[in-house]
Nanobody, 128 residues
Framework: QVQLVESGGGSVQAGGSLRLSCEAI?????????IMWFRQAPGKEREGVAA???????????ADSVKGRFNISRSRENAKKMAYLQMNSLKPEDTAMYYC?????????????????WGQGTQVTVSS
């Protein structure tokens, strides 16, 4: 089973920036080829924010609501895979618990229902 740990959340004012980190450790049974970021605000469904393939030159994926403001990047070292979410021009509507997830491909990366392993999440709060 994939192990996932998020870090980097906090509180900022609108227009500010935060950088989230996700550390994912794969097992011999679960190879990580895609790391995704999701978020969930109180009373709302979990939604996909961004995803990055961990190999090759394919471009990352973004939800329309964060395009141009968020940037996802990656690094890897053996079984440990890292994904970073640089969040700029933050808005109050970006306030949510942010989770990372991982799976074997980025196909339908935004579908939270396909995922079984989640990290503990990291809170992002943006005040107006």
């Amino acid at each position: 089973q994939v192990q996932l740990v998020e870090s980097g959340g906090g509180s900022v004012q609108a227009g500010g920036s935060l950088r989230l980190s996700c550390e994912a450790i794969e097992s011999i049974f679960d190879r990580i080829n895609c790391i995704m970021w999701f978020r969930q605000a109180p009373g709302k469904e979990r939604e996909g924010v961004a995803a990055t393939p961990m190999w090759g030159t394919a471009s990352p994926y973004y939800a329309d609501s964060v395009k141009g403001r968020f940037n996802i990047s990656r690094s890897r070292e053996n079984a440990k895979k890292m994904a970073y979410l640089q969040m700029n021009s933050l808005k109050p509507e970006d306030t949510a618990m942010y989770y990372c997830a991982a799976k074997g491909s980025c196909v339908e990366w935004f579908d939270a229902g396909q995922l079984e392993s989640w990290g503990q999440g990291t809170q992002v709060t943006v005040s107006s």
